[in-house]
């Protein structure tokens, strides 16, 4: 059974900083591409980061420079690192599992609140 774990979220002043971590079971973790998406009430569920099974990552325009993905083959592990965090940051951030050749094999995560206010 396939299962993703995020861990890492909570609530954060403004210039505050998180770290969120996706734990994998089931799959051969590194053939997957792991992404990071992000909702917020009301909005569209947003591409926030991806680090492809080769190490190359792209992120949002929105956080370049301020939040920084990142994986560990050996753990089974995503982890984003959010920096200067602002309160249109706050959303729920889920992972996601993407097989880097086979459509139709991929996996969500349950998502992690992440909230900005001071």
């Known amino acids: 059974q396939v299962q993703l774990v995020e861990s890492g979220g909570g609530l954060v002043q403004p210039g505050g900083s998180l770290r969120l971590s996706c734990a994998a079971s089931?799959?051969?973790?590194?053939?997957?591409?792991m992404e990071w998406y992000r909702q917020a009430p009301g909005k569209e569920r947003e591409l926030v980061a991806s680090?492809?099974?080769?190490?190359?990552?792209n992120y949002a325009e929105s956080v370049k420079g301020r939040f920084t993905i990142s994986r560990d083959n050996v753990k089974k592990s995503a982890f984003l690192q959010m920096n200067s965090l602002q309160p249109e940051d706050t959303a729920v951030y889920s992972c996601?599992?993407?097989?880097?050749?086979?459509?139709?094999?991929?996996?969500w995560g349950q998502g992690t609140q992440v909230t900005v206010s001071s």
């Open positions: 089931g799959i051969t973790f590194s053939v997957y591409d």
């Open positions: 680090i492809r099974s080769s190490g190359s990552t």
């Open positions: 996601h599992a993407k097989h880097m050749t086979l459509r139709g094999f991929h996996y």
